[in-house]
């Protein structure tokens, strides 16, 4: 179980850190077109639409965490529930 958080982090970092230099390139490629021009505005375009996939990644992870308890508590009940002796009758 601990290899699936850990892996589940690493992709997060992964995504997260592509996503922030994928908007620092586009928005210095915005700044050095010439104002309002189709290139520039395409750039902007650009910042504007990974910075919004951004609140997804949040999703992501809140589900992801999700999982990774609630498989944490099957495995753990389970196990429980396996070594726990009933009344004998």
Same mark, same amino acid.
């Given at each position: &179980? #601990?290899?699936? &958080?850990?892996? $589940?982090?690493?992709?997060?970092?992964?995504?997260?850190? =592509?996503?922030?230099?994928?908007?620092?390139?586009?928005? =210095?490629? #915005?700044? /050095? +077109?010439?104002?309002?021009?189709?290139?520039?505005? #395409?750039?902007?375009?650009?910042? /504007?639409?990974?910075?919004? *996939?951004?609140?997804?990644? =949040?999703?992501?992870?809140?589900?992801? $965490?999700?999982?990774?308890?609630?498989? +944490?508590?099957?495995? *753990?009940?389970?196990?429980?529930?396996?070594?726990?002796?009933?009344?004998?009758?």
């Amino acid at each position: &179980m #601990a290899q699936d &958080m850990q892996g $589940f982090i690493i992709g997060i970092v992964i995504v997260g850190v =592509t996503l922030v230099i994928g908007i620092y390139v586009a928005a =210095t490629i #915005a700044g /050095t +077109m010439t104002d309002g021009s189709a290139a520039q505005n #395409a750039s902007n375009s650009l910042v /504007t639409a990974l910075a919004g *996939g951004s609140a997804w990644i =949040t999703i992501l992870v809140v589900v992801g $965490f999700a999982v990774i308890v609630l498989g +944490m508590l099957s495995e *753990g009940l389970g196990r429980a529930a396996g070594g726990v002796s009933g009344p004998v009758y």
